[in-house]
């Protein structure tokens, strides 16, 4: 009881830290959820090309990035291109880095999606007169993306958990400021326990946000 | 001058001819059914029509004007023929009003207002206004039929075109659908309407070209085709048929 207070004594010293620490988990968080999502919509019209050839490259392009772990790819920009002469502050990377991942991920929710969809639907857009992009503007995304609402939604709690990553290439955001909380009065189980309850207080604000989001947009016809 | 006409039409599936050497005509106002085996090539003939499949030879002569040239705008072909599919096809994350809109604003340019009322001259005209706000989900066979139907004609096509509208209904959603392209046809629709519905042929009581392994065997009044033809092969698909689904 006694180590509780003073626990919580250092975590109003240490306040105003922590907090700018989950402000920045937040943008990171936040930005990189809606490039991601504006990154993977562009990635997953560019699979659907009658052009064969940026189809392919596209799908090398989402297979390159699905395969390459994150952090590798964080440590690569970050420690790797100052040699040719990129420096890039860790937010910077991160955010790339990021959504270049997150994108390739949404793509490939959106392409499933896209297979479950009724071909006739969009042969009869065809019939009608429909150009490709048309028919990829008003057929076939309006009915992805809500069918996707689980997958990309999912992919925004990834988002959130997975930002304590960017902490390792520097970024100062909240994992790292309860990190040095911790380093400085060695209440290691205190900090992360903290830490723990924060993140599940955020990942439970989103999965309330995706239920209702998914009730309203839901596909008529596909509701439980 | 016919509104279509068929010149010695071939389409090929790599080495296999699905349609060989068709001919036919379909003048302003006429409709006719096309009858044959299943894998005949009535969907494969339907689609080269417009342009969703491209023919290897032959011509398809549109008021006059050969739609297989190179540099012909097949979108704009498209928009002025009605197709109509067996598995209606409708948009499902839209309302039966927006599925007849859609095509009206995005692609003959109309406002919103314009769209709107133009679609629920047609709804009433299928006697669907009252479900103008359903999602094809919450619409029956024939209801969503119905919808397929006014979304074609919304945008004043100059042909519709038909590819077995009543194969995936009940009888009795069959027969009504079946009164409906007849009152179409009384209207002066020109209808091309592809069918193994041999109550549809009859009771429209239209012209029906009876295809057979990619060929048109016969071109006749429907009377004379559906029972004691001279020509055995079409005794047979129809006998065997009983009047019903081949
Ligand atoms: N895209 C394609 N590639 C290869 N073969 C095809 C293709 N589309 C159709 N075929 C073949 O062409 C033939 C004619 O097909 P089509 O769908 O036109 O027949 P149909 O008369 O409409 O038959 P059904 O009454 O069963 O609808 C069939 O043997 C079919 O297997
Ligand atoms: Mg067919």
């Known amino acids: 009881m006694l180590e509780l207070t003073g626990f919580s004594r250092e975590l109003v010293a240490y306040g105003p830290q922590l907090l700018e620490g989950l402000w920045k ?3 990171l968080a936040g930005s990189v959820s809606l490039s991601g999502l504006v990154g993977g919509i562009l990635v997953f019209g560019l699979t659907l090309s009658h052009q064969p050839m940026v189809r392919r490259v596209t799908d090398a392009w989402v297979s390159f990035f699905i395969g390459m772990p994150l952090l590798v790819l964080l440590f690569l920009v970050y420690y790797g291109f100052p040699q040719w002469g990129i420096r890039l502050s860790p937010f910077e990377v991160a955010f790339w880095g990021f959504t270049l991942n997150v994108s390739a991920y949404n793509a490939r929710y959106l392409t499933t999606a896209y297979r479950s ?7 009869a857009a065809d019939a009608q007169g429909f150009g490709h992009w048309q028919i990829f503007l008003w057929i076939i995304l309006p009915q992805v993306l809500r069918l996707s609402v689980p997958a990309l939604t999912n992919q925004v709690i990834l988002n959130l958990k ?5 902490f390792l290439i520097q970024y100062t955001e909240f994992f790292a400021q309860v990190q040095e909380l911790a380093a400085q009065n060695f209440r290691f189980f205190q900090a992360y326990v903290m830490a723990g309850l924060v993140y599940l207080g955020l990942v439970s604000v989103i999965v309330l946000a995706a239920r209702r ?4 947009v839901i596909l008529p016809g596909l509701e439980r | 001058m016919a509104l279509l006409e068929v010149k010695g039409l071939v389409k090929r599936f790599g080495d296999r001819t699905v ?4 001919d036919f005509s379909l003048e302003e106002g006429e409709t006719k059914v096309i ?15 417009n342009r969703l499949i491209d ?3 032959g011509q398809i002569l549109f008021r006059g004007e050969d739609v297989t040239r190179v540099g012909t705008d097949v979108r704009l072909l498209r928009q002025r023929i009605g197709f109509v599919f067996q598995q209606f096809a409708l948009y499902r994350h ?3 009003l927006e599925n007849v809109t859609l095509a009206l604003r995005k692609l003959k340019g109309l406002s919103g207002r314009e769209a709107d009322e133009k679609a629920l001259l047609e709804l009433r005209r299928m006697d669907m206004e009252t479900h103008r706000a359903k999602y094809p989900a919450q619409l029956s066979g024939g209801q969503k039929q119905r919808i397929a139907i006014a979304r074609a004609l919304a945008m004043d096509p100059a042909v519709l075109f038909f590819d077995e509208p009543t194969s995936a209904l009940d009888p009795e959603m069959s027969r009504e659908v079946v009164a409906l392209i007849n009152r179409l046809r009384f209207e002066g629709v020109t209808m091309l309407c592809v069918t193994h519905d041999v109550f549809l042929a009859r009771y429209v009581t239209a012209q029906v070209i009876f295809m057979d392994a990619g060929e048109i065997r016969a071109e006749d009044a429907p009377e004379r085709l559906l029972s004691g033809h001279h020509d055995a092969r079409i005794r047979e698909f129809f006998g065997n048929s009983g009047g019903s689904d081949a």
């Open chain 1, 25 to 27: 988990t937040l943008i």
């Open chain 1, 117 to 123: 969809l009724d071909a006739a639907e969009l042969e």
């Open chain 1, 162 to 166: 997975d930002s304590s990553i960017a």
């Open chain 1, 213 to 216: 989001l998914e009730a309203r």
């Open chain 2, 19 to 22: 349609l060989k050497d068709i």
């Open chain 2, 35 to 49: 009858m044959g085996p299943s894998g005949c090539g009535k969907s494969t003939l339907l689609r080269c029509l």
């Open chain 2, 55 to 57: 023919p290897d030879e």
């Open chain 2, 94 to 96: 839209l309302t039966a």
